[in-house]
């Protein structure tokens, strides 16, 4: 069979198939593009399913590692939350107000921030107390943030001086906190628990005044419960990570026959509240 072939189809044949190539180079290189501008946006979905908390205070706060407790606890429930710090030993809310006034301490930036106060001031200087929870609360609240308040323990100076009035540490602070419509972190009733149903675990430094190990980890499952939302029960006993040299370390070891008891203390007292 005599196949028939028009000469102006010859002469439109390399014109033709040159457009083909143009049209064909031009949808490969678009979806290259596509799939670059699809990469900020998963890394934008990263950026949103982690939350951050900033830990506002001072050596009750910083002792014995809570902050990196804290946030290794969360990631071994595979919860996205980072925890900063801004701490000072001995320091008060007042101090970190102007601190935060003259070089930021970018609150914007953190969903969640827990305030913690001198250990004296809810009892001895209430009314400054008050002030600048409120204020750091007003101003979390501008941000969109979640204020906490770090509900403190009562070492004995402070027990003698609450064992002659009708409201002690634990009782202002939550009050602050109803106040302010912020969220209480009953450590210090975690604290009072376990005096009176575990008097064998030592909550104290040698100061009688600082959180020990087996207390800083007591904390840290009340603070991974009441920001969590979720019960402590369950969790490890000791949390590692890297210095600066990347070498391995703990940041906290509980003993083997206190941990357990530690968590349930926690999970009771956050159980109703969190």
């Not at 064909?24 to 399913?49: G, H």
Request: aromatic share 14%; net charge positive; hydrophobic share 35%.
């Amino acid at each position: 069979m005599e196949h028939y072939s028009h000469p102006e189809l010859r002469q439109m044949a390399p014109p033709f198939n040159r457009i083909l190539f143009l049209i064909f180079t031009l949808f490969f290189f678009s979806c290259q593009n596509t799939e670059r501008d699809e990469i900020p946006a998963l890394n934008e979905v990263e950026k949103i399913t982690f939350k951050k908390v900033l830990m506002i205070g001072n050596s009750f706060t910083f002792y014995w590692n809570l902050p990196q407790v804290l946030e290794t606890m969360f990631d071994s429930s595979n919860i996205n939350i980072k925890v900063d710090q801004k701490t000072i030993g001995g320091s008060k809310l007042k101090e970190h107000w102007g601190y935060n006034k003259v070089e930021s301490y970018n609150i914007k930036d953190y969903e969640f921030v827990v305030l913690n106060d001198h250990s004296t001031f809810p009892l001895n200087n209430i009314d400054t107390c008050s002030k600048y929870i409120n204020l750091f609360t007003n101003y979390i609240n501008k941000h969109n943030g979640q204020t906490f308040i770090y509900g403190t323990w009562e070492y004995p100076y402070l027990k003698k001086i609450s064992s002659l009035r009708s409201y002690n540490t634990m009782d202002i602070l939550d009050s602050l906190a109803r106040l302010n419509n912020s969220k209480y972190v009953p450590v210090g009733n975690a604290f009072n628990y376990v005096e009176k149903n575990h008097p064998n675990i030592n909550l104290y430094m040698d100061d009688h005044k600082h959180p020990s190990p087996n207390a800083t980890y007591l904390a840290a499952c009340v603070f991974y419960s009441m920001i969590s939302g979720k019960s402590p029960v369950g969790l490890p006993r000791r949390f590692q990570g890297k210095n600066i040299d990347g070498k391995k370390i703990y940041y906290i070891i509980t003993e083997k026959n206190i941990y357990k008891t530690l968590q349930e203390v926690a999970e009771i007292v956050t159980n109703e509240i969190r």
